[in-house]
């Protein structure tokens, strides 16, 4: 007979069958090693277990450990001057196309020491995981060099070796034009598709993102990198219609992309492609309420086609320097109009989704055993209550991180 844990006398919203937030009022959670062996109502339980441990939540909110899936977590230096221009009236493609914007990140990041990104980028995911977060990814994108993009990667992989966290990669090379390739985008993104396989083979990308837009890369740039990606069997991504309409959802959707990010500017044959290829709609309000936006995404669009949404904190030091998953809530409900119980699903199953990973995102038999424990009544409140965190408890792959 197996010995396991029973987290017991808990409120759970599991995000799974027909109930709203797959809700059991008096619940509890049998866990085997990493994984959930049983989840339901106390009084359903089965007999006969051998239990090794008990733990009595006293009636608190449980909900699947939370997943960031959209994160730039690695990078040197910060970018507050450019806020103040912005502040001033300087758009962030003025700042971009002047050589600010990602290319000041890059040279920051190309002066740190691998040290100094792993311990900037190591306090910013213990910031995440104090909110819940039991699932990040980490995105290159500010090295721009077969050499500092394998730096950034390897300081992520690491994190996820370090820390009690998942850690998908995510080889976003394709981010901005690098110095050394001034006018010249086309061998730069040659020079991409060719360092690729390297990283792969190292085991340092999931899958692979790219930044279509007027001050990124073309549509045909971007399926260039595409192909690449879908040569070395490697899942694709896109940053699609952040700032205008490059048509880049359809053209990601075509690859079969697991998610299309930021979407402001998504046509109504966007979101058709994305709902006929299943790509997950991944929302960043925090990136639109830091760059002042003002054209909402197509969010009813997304549902009448029955899109999956997600939504992620898009931590980077330009767009959305920010480091709290649940203010993504809040500012998912208060300027995307999601439901709390929609912003809930985004940061649980739906970012899964976007990551490829099914194991997780609902409390349910055979998941994985992640999840977190609030100071809360009612999972509502996830989206409520901004500027306060109200986790009190972590548990990642079965373990408790915050003993
Ligand atoms: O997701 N849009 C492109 N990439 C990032 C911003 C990068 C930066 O400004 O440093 C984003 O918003
Ligand atoms: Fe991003």
């Known amino acids: 007979m197996k010995s396991m844990h029973l987290w017991r006398n808990a409120r759970l919203a599991t995000l799974a069958g027909t109930e709203p937030w797959g809700w059991v009022e008096r619940g509890a959670l049998l866990v085997d090693g ?29 909900t699947p450990g939370l997943v960031d899936c959209h994160t730039h977590l690695v990078y040197g230096g910060q970018r507050a001057r450019e806020f103040e221009l912005r502040l001033q009236g300087a758009s962030y493609e003025d700042i971009a196309r002047a050589g600010g914007g990602i290319r000041a990140t890059v040279a920051a990041t190309r002066a740190a020491s691998d040290a100094q990104l792993f311990a900037s980028a190591e306090a910013r995911a213990r910031t995440l995981m104090a909110e819940g977060v039991t699932t990040l990814e980490i995105k290159s994108g500010y090295g721009l060099s077969a050499e500092h993009e394998a730096r950034c990667l390897r300081v992520a992989r690491r994190l996820g070796r370090v820390l009690p966290l998942t850690v998908k990669t995510t080889c976003l090379s394709a981010h901005a034009l690098p110095p050394e390739f001034e006018d010249r985008a086309d061998d730069y993104v040659a020079a991409v598709c060719d360092w690729l396989p390297a990283l792969q083979a190292e085991g340092l990308v999931d899958a692979v993102d790219a930044f279509c837009e007027s001050i990124g890369f073309t549509p045909a740039q971007t399926r260039r990198v595409f192909e690449a990606a879908q040569r070395l069997g490697l899942p694709v991504k896109l940053h699609a219609e952040q700032l205008s309409d490059c048509g880049g959802a ?10 299309c990010d930021h979407l402001e500017h998504l046509s109504s044959d966007g979101v058709r492609a994305m709902a006929a290829a299943g790509t997950v709609a991944v929302l960043l309000p925090g990136a639109y309420y830091f760059l002042r936006e003002t054209k909402l995404p197509p969010v009813q669009a997304l549902r009448d086609a029955g899109v999956p949404i997600a939504l992620a904190s898009d931590h980077n030091p330009g767009s959305s320097p920010g480091l709290s998953l649940l203010l993504m809530l809040n500012m998912g409900c208060t300027l995307f109009r999601l ?42 409140e996830l989206s409520y209550w901004f500027g306060h965190n109200p986790c009190r408890r972590v548990i990642a792959g079965g373990q408790e991180t915050n003993p």
Do not use: K, M, Y
Not at 250 to 259: H, T, V
Not at 342 to 356: I, P, S, Y
């Open 34 to 62: 990493q994984q959930l062996h049983w989840v339901g109502a106390e009084a359903d339980l089965p007999a006969g277990l051998s239990v090794a441990e008990e733990h009595d939540l006293g009636g608190a909110l449980v």
């Open 250 to 259: 359809a053209l990601a959707a075509g690859f079969g992309a697991l998610s």
């Open 339 to 380: 439901t709390p119980e929609e912003a809930l699903r985004g940061v649980a199953v739906n970012g899964a989704r976007a990551l490829g990973l099914a194991d997780r995102g609902t409390l349910q038999t055979g998941q994985r055993a992640d999840f977190a424990v609030w100071d809360l009544e009612h999972p509502n």
